[in-house]
């Protein structure tokens, strides 16, 4: 760029020492016709390096253009990675209060197993209490059973005159009164029908 610079410059002033010559110069065609030469490359050159350099300018010109280019194009990925990044964050925080609620389903699981374990522990203790309570229950009703016969048989012999009068009359123990002998009957008669409802209605709540 220099260079035609330079020549550009050096035109100029051959053009001008020409212009100034003296007509008597003219003579000499043969430096004359050289001078025309050296001009004529001189523009030539000149009109080159301008062209070099509206050439420059314009690569100048499409290298600031692909510069700004560039620039936007990073802005925008820029704001790109922190949309994603922004949005990972979310994700990571949606993913952490999902775990936190997962665990804490799992312990509640976990006491829930637990205290359906302890409540069929004290079911099982419980069925076991039941069934002793049932069968002291069953041992007394045999017993009042037994004490119930007894004491119809030993009734219907009171009532036989035949055969008790002896008995009542030998044995003091046994001379008590009719009346009394058969409120006790009734009352061992009363005691044993409320034992049996009470065994019925259990076994049929199982």
């Not at 509206?54 to 620039?71: G, M, P, V």
Request: aromatic share 2%; proline share 1%; charged share 30%.
């Amino acid at each position: 760029m220099k260079t035609g610079l330079m020549a550009a410059i050096l035109a100029t002033t051959v053009v001008g020492a020409v212009q100034a010559a003296p007509r008597e110069a003219k003579g000499d065609s043969a430096a004359v016709l050289k001078l025309q030469a050296l001009v004529k490359s001189l523009t030539g050159e000149r009109d080159a390096a301008q062209a070099d350099a509206a050439k420059l300018s314009q690569e100048i010109d499409r290298l600031k253009k692909e510069k700004l280019a560039a620039q936007a194009a990073k802005d925008e990925l820029s704001g790109a990675l922190a949309a994603q990044r922004s949005a990972a964050g979310d994700v990571k925080q949606r993913l952490d209060r999902s775990q936190a609620a997962l665990q804490d389903w799992q312990d509640k699981h976990r006491q829930l197993s637990q205290t359906q374990a302890d409540l069929t522990k004290q079911l099982n203790v419980s069925r076991g209490k039941q069934r002793d309570v049932e069968q002291h229950l069953q041992e007394c009703a045999r017993r009042n059973v037994k004490l119930y016969q007894a004491a119809s048989e030993l009734l219907e012999r009171y009532q036989n005159r035949g055969t008790l009068t002896a008995l009542v009359g030998d044995e003091p123990l046994l001379q008590f009164d009719k009346v009394e002998m058969e409120s006790l009957v009734q009352d061992y008669q009363d005691k044993f029908d409320a034992e049996k409802l009470n065994s019925d209605e259990s076994q049929s709540g199982r």
